[in-house]
């Protein structure tokens, strides 16, 4: 199976040659490179190495990050080269679909990307409904009302806000905040 390489680096500044340099040592006959955004639909290289590749052979990558933009994007990649009988092997992830273990182990990462999705979705959703119904999410504030009220009173005695900061065990910033947002009694 003739392997066919394709490299990609985000931006102009960053070099191929890593890339390039593991491609060629495991004997691709031909490389194809991009330098783009992962995010960018236009990727000549990738489109010319796609359009080189048939069946039997193989598309080599450094990491699958270089060749998809999302895992939707990667997955649909695959499907389209493993209906021409293409395969897909990663040198960094050590994964070639064109063997039956390989396209198990693909699916299965793809399956538990999947999964990791839509629990990020759920853990969302449930932050949001829990918005609504007024609890604010995030750290609990460091200067309770209790202490602030406590801050105000050393404050006019005569302190000045970074000793009863300290008196308090809260940062003066933290103290400064409080005061100018909350509203005076």
């Known amino acids: 199976m003739p392997n066919v390489g394709y490299a990609r680096v985000s931006t102009s500044e960053q070099d191929l040659a890593l890339q390039k340099d593991a491609l060629k040592k495991i004997g691709c006959e031909r490389i194809f490179t991009d330098h783009a955004s992962g995010a960018k639909t236009d990727r000549p290289g990738l489109n010319e190495a796609l359009s080189y590749v048939r069946a039997g052979d193989v598309l080599v990558v450094w990491k699958f990050d270089r060749l998809g933009r999302s895992l939707p994007h ?21 994964i070639d679909t064109a063997t039956h273990g ?14 990791e999705r839509d629990l990020i979705k759920e853990r969302t959703m449930a932050g949001l409904a829990a ?23 050393l404050l006019a005695q005569g302190l000045n806000v970074r000793e009863a900061a300290t008196r308090l065990k809260i940062g003066k910033t933290a103290l400064y905040d409080a ?4 509203k005076s009694p």
């Open 102 to 115: 390989g396209r198990l182990i693909f699916h299965v990462f793809s399956a538990l990307a999947a999964f």
């Open 131 to 153: 918005a609504a119904r007024g609890r604010q999410g995030g750290r609990r504030p460091v200067v309770t009302p209790g202490k602030l009220e406590r801050a105000r009173a």
């Open 179 to 182: 005061l100018a947002n909350a």
């Open 74 to 94: 990667l997955i649909e990649t695959v499907t389209h080269l493993n209906a021409r009988r293409i395969g897909l092997r990663s040198l960094t992830e050590n």
